[in-house]
T-cell receptor
Framework: ETGVTQTPRHLVMGMTNKKSLKCEQH?????MYWYKQSAKKPLELMFV???????ENNSVPSRFSPECPNSSHLFLHLHTLQPEDSALYLC????????????FGSGTRLTVV | DQQVKQNSPSLSVQEGRISILNCDYT??????FLWYKKYPAEGPTFLIS?????DKNEDGRFTVFLNKSAKHLSLHIVPSQPGDSAVYFC??????????????FGTGTRLQVTL
C-alpha cells in the first residue's frame, strides 16, 4: 500500500467512549501531522511530530491525545469528547518539518453523539 | 483572526472557460504558498505551489499568480474541465515559524465546472 492511510474512515462515538484514530504512511517521511476540518472552517493544525518527537501542540484540549510510536505511524486517542468535536480528522506526512507541503490521508469522519 | 482568506465559498464556470480562484493573506512572513484540491470523501491533494521569490508558476492548465504587495494570490485553470469540480484550498507557510511545513489554510472555494 502506498501514500497515507487512515482508519477508520467513519466513526460514531458517545461522549463517554474512548476510541483511537490510526494513520500510517508508506512514503518514508519523517514528519506527521493531525489536522481538523470542521464545517465552514479552515483546516486547523492540531499536532506536529518530527522524527517521532512532538514539536507542536496547537492548544488542543487534553481529550485529544496523540501518539507517534515510529515515523510511519500516528495515532489520535479520543476520550470524553463533545459533540462540537465532530469533524473530519486528517492525517498528513512530509519529508520532515522543514519541507514545504505534504501528503494527506483521506480522513476519518468523526461524529460524537 | 484568519490569516488566509478565500472570500468566495463557491464558483461556477462553464467547461472550456477559465476558472479563477482567489486567496488573500495577512501575514507578511508567509513565504510559500500552495493550492490543494479536495474531492468528496478524499483528503486534499497537492496541486501547485509558489515561492515568494516568484510571481508566477505554471503547470499545465494550472497557473498560480502571486502579488506580494497586495498579499494576494490566484489560481487560474484554463481550460476548465468537469473533473476540476472540487474544493480548492489555499495554504501558506513560513520558514520563520520554525516549521516550514506548518500550513495555514483558507476555508476553501467549491468549484463547479458545468457542461
Amino acid at each position: 500500500e502506498t501514500g497515507v492511510t487512515q482508519t477508520p474512515r467513519h466513526l460514531v462515538m458517545g461522549m463517554t467512549n474512548k476510541k483511537s484514530l490510526k494513520c500510517e504512511q508508506h512514503l518514508g517521511h519523517n514528519a506527521m501531522y493531525w489536522y481538523k476540518q470542521s464545517a465552514k472552517k479552515p483546516l486547523e493544525l492540531m499536532f506536529v511530530y518530527n522524527f517521532k518527537e512532538q514539536t507542536e501542540n496547537n492548544s488542543v484540549p487534553s481529550r485529544f491525545s496523540p501518539e507517534c510510536p515510529n515515523s510511519s505511524h500516528l495515532f489520535l486517542h479520543l476520550h470524553t469528547l463533545q459533540p462540537e468535536d465532530s469533524a473530519l480528522y486528517l492525517c498528513a506526512s512530509s519529508q520532515d518539518s522543514g519541507s514545504y507541503g505534504y501528503t494527506f490521508g483521506s480522513g476519518t469522519r468523526l461524529t460524537v453523539v | 483572526d484568519q490569516q488566509v482568506k478565500q472570500n468566495s465559498p463557491s464558483l461556477s464556470v462553464q467547461e472550456g472557460r477559465i476558472s479563477i480562484l482567489n486567496c488573500d493573506y495577512t501575514n507578511s512572513m508567509f513565504d510559500y504558498f500552495l493550492w490543494y484540491k479536495k474531492y468528496p470523501a478524499e483528503g486534499p491533494t497537492f496541486l501547485i505551489s509558489i515561492s515568494s521569490i516568484k510571481d508566477k508558476n505554471e503547470d499545465g492548465r494550472f497557473t498560480v499568480f502571486l502579488n506580494k504587495s497586495a498579499k494576494h494570490l490566484s489560481l487560474h485553470i484554463v481550460p476548465s474541465q468537469p473533473g476540476d469540480s472540487a474544493v480548492y484550498f489555499c495554504a501558506a507557510s513560513s520558514i520563520y515559524t520554525g516549521t516550514a511545513s506548518k500550513l495555514t489554510f483558507g476555508t476553501g472555494t467549491r468549484l463547479q465546472v458545468t457542461l
